[in-house]
């Protein structure tokens, strides 16, 4: 009888936990729809959230964009410290142009290169049916015309590649010929003090127009045009040159170059094109 008692005692008391258990979660599930009620209710809390993720955002952005201007001032100052003396912007004497004596004739598309206070100019157009073949010499300190001589009958007319040592001036390739003739592989020198010329070796493909520079004791040539006049080259060669003179048979390949430079336009549809500059 002892037991029984003792066993509905229990169970009354267990009931009595899960009833408390039961309402206090009632309650706290009350308390929490109407805070979360109140809160999507009440327009100032509504706003001034949206401000202030407004106000931090915008910050932010602000921030960034600050930090993008002090990267391209940076960047800019360092692209400018790094510019040659040439293409910066710094301060140079004032220069004043000079009205040469005029030319012995019309010229077009031709060549000319200095030594000392003589000025050589090579071939070139009279009209388009008509190239010079001859060289005219200009003297800087008394602003005249002091003479001319005669090319090789094999020279090229115009688009000539062209550097000196001081003396002799080597001419590299060019077309051959007026209006839009081909080029030839043909290459000279000149010795400016005897007036004498000399062959050198051909190019091992003509070309129009190439780079021409003396280094180190070799006659570097490098791109230009192809013999179709509008196809860039990027072929490099060179030769070994002394006073004037080939020291080698044939022209050493070189590194290439990395992009070549059309030299003349070419339009498909209007093919009378092909010789604008």
Known sequence: MARFASKNAS???MVLLFLIALFAIVLIADFLWAASSSSASSPY??????????????????????????????????????????????PAPQLEWEEMSEAP??????????????????????TINYVHSHVDIYNFTDNSWIGKFDMPKEMAHSHLGMTTDGRHIYIVTGQYGPQCRGPTSRNFVLDTE????????PLPFPRYAPAT??????????????????DPALEHWSLLVK????????????????????????DKEFPQNMCLN
């Open 11 to 13: 169970r009354k008391y």
């Open 45 to 90: 809390w509504s706003a001034n959230l949206d401000l202030s993720l407004r106000t931090n955002a915008g910050a932010a952005a602000a921030n960034n964009n600050e930090q993008v201007k002090k990267i391209s001032r940076a960047v800019k100052d360092k692209h400018l410290k790094d510019l040659n003396a040439t293409s910066a912007d710094l």
């Open 105 to 126: 004739v019309p010229r077009l598309d031709g060549a000319a290169i200095q030594i000392k206070n003589l000025l050589y100019v090579f071939a070139g157009y009279g």
């Open 194 to 201: 005897t007036k004498k010329w000399h062959d050198l070796p």
């Open 213 to 230: 520079q003396l280094w180190r004791g070799r006659l570097h040539v490098m791109g230009g045009s192809k013999e179709d006049r509008h």
């Open 243 to 266: 006073d004037g003179e080939a020291l080698e048979k044939e022209w050493r390949t070189e590194i290439p170059i990395p992009r070549g430079g059309p030299h003349r336009f070419v």
